[in-house]
């Protein structure tokens, strides 16, 4: 026990040296996530979990591993060449399956990271059934996006999903009525405003 005890002491004084904030443990346990996110897609472990969580399950206390996004179903237009260099020549199945959506620059979405798209009315409030759409970040290409007619051209980095290539298990289920009206009263909320086209962030409304 006293042997065992020393170790955990410089276990427990290591990570301190290493993460000595709540926000360094966050950001590597984040970047944890996306690396296992990422080795599921690329084949290194044998399958993906199959089961989706429930929402109440998800650790919405820490740092989320989620980007709640609001969209418009408007086509893009790419830099296909270059597109599809980084998406390994999958542009046009792609395209064809809608597995894309675009936000800014400045944005820190990383690949491995999960991406909640809700689409907005003109108004900025969400559609009555929300119009959830999981989309998980295979790849993240800078300047990706050439011009955009329901978004503003700054919205330039591209978000993709490779049809047919593994992925981690969604983060929480969407499917059932209860949490996609949970989610819609919340959006609708002044105290998340932010997050939506109509609030204070106006077009660039993103978390």
Request: include cysteine; hydrophobic fraction near 35%.
């Given at each position: ?53 429930d929402i109440r399950d998800y650790p919405f206390l820490s740092n989320p591993l989620i980007w ?63 119009c959830f759409i999981w989309r998980y970040a295979h790849r993240v290409v800078d300047g990706a ?51 939506r086209p109509d609030g204070k962030m106006g077009r660039d409304a993103f978390l």
């Amino acid at each position: 026990m006293r042997e065992l005890g020393v170790i955990a002491d410089e276990i427990r004084g290591n990570a301190k040296e290493q993460y000595p904030s709540p926000e360094a443990k966050d950001k590597e346990l984040r970047e944890m996530q996306r690396r296992w996110n990422r080795s599921m897609s690329i084949k290194r472990h044998r399958s993906p979990p199959t089961n989706v969580p429930d929402i109440r399950d998800y650790p919405f206390l820490s740092n989320p591993l989620i980007w709640v996004v609001w969209y418009d179903p408007g086509e893009l237009e790419f830099n296909e060449d270059f597109v599809n260099d980084q998406v390994g020549g999958a542009m046009e199945e792609i395209k064809q399956q809608g597995t894309y959506t675009n936000v800014l620059p400045k944005d820190e979405v990383q690949e491995g990271d999960w991406l909640l798209l809700w689409r907005a009315r003109v108004g900025g409030l969400p559609y009555r059934d929300g119009c959830f759409i999981w989309r998980y970040a295979h790849r993240v290409v800078d300047g990706a996006v050439a011009n955009s007619t329901n978004c503003p051209n700054n919205y330039t980095t591209g978000v993709f999903e490779l049809p047919g290539v593994k992925k981690p298990a969604e983060p929480f289920d969407i499917t059932s009525i209860e949490v996609r009206n949970g989610i819609i009263t919340v959006l609708k909320k002044d105290e998340f405003s932010n997050l939506r086209p109509d609030g204070k962030m106006g077009r660039d409304a993103f978390l």
